[in-house]
């Protein structure tokens, strides 16, 4: 089975050979795949080898995930160790461990990565298979050519549910992707609002203040001292809520660990980067009223009603 796309099989017992007792609820996932398929998807041989021809079932092998050679193994080498699935007491077949390779996420991009066991097609033919191709052109232009070289090989094995690898972690992720485009669009409304809700009161409250503003700059304070108090003051209260909701957001951040891939509900670049986001469109929002404040005529805010 393809990355995302699940497993041929689970097994929730592991025997290591030389050791009394099984290991229950490990959950290991089996694949079933043929040599080249590591080298197709990339994924990297970490110790060991990969599988070969001559890997025909006489000597049953099989390649685990780096994840269960931590697991079951520690710091051993798994190299040469030998592994049976199943329960005590059941007819089992013992596996040479030839190599480790590195981790794949095969339930899903959302779901914590499992351990898992590969077995060689010749070792173990299944009735259903994935045919994976690596190209570096546009995987589509290939489609034609594929089908007409499985064909060749067996008429009576059409392929069907033909796509790229961008094609099902896109499906994978559709999800995601709408839950994250709709909390995209409620943040923009969100901030656009808060943004008129700053420009709005400080608006008002330098409209009250139009007196004020013309007593001080009649007594010598100068355009920029103006425009340093308004912004001073209307940042005091925005500062306060910045740091209100860093704490709420990092309090919550466990809601949305689902939509995450491959960084922290915690990232500090992503809360700096919000906090900085956040903090120069409070500062445009209040830029604009105390711009206005600091252009008054004295003269005309001293007769202001």
Known sequence: MLPTKGSTYTDDFLTVDGRPSVEPGTGVLHNV???NYFATMKIPVISGRSFSEADTGQNLVVVISDQLAHR???AQSPIGQRIAFGRPGERRDWYT???????????????????EVYEPFSQMANNYMNFVVRTSTDPTSLISAVRAEIKAVDKDVPPYN???MDEVL???????QFTTLLLIVF????LLLASLGVYGVLSYAVSQRTNEM?????LGAERRDVLILIIGQGFKPIVIGLVAGLIGAFGLTRLMINLLFDVSSTDPA???????????VALAACYIPARRAARINPLIALRYE
Request: aromatic letters at 4%; a positive charge; proline letters at 4%.
């Open 33 to 35: 795949v043929t040599p």
């Open 72 to 74: 079951s193994f520690s």
């Open 97 to 115: 461990i030839v190599g480790v390779v590195g981790d794949v996420k095969q339930v899903g991009l959302a779901v914590e990565t499992r351990p």
């Open 162 to 164: 033909v796509s790229s």
């Open 170 to 176: 896109s499906m994978n992720v559709k999800k995601q």
């Open 187 to 190: 943040a923009a409304v969100a």
């Open 214 to 218: 013309g007593i001080r700059m009649a």
């Open 270 to 280: 992503t809360f700096a980067a919000v906090a900085v986001l956040l903090t120069l």
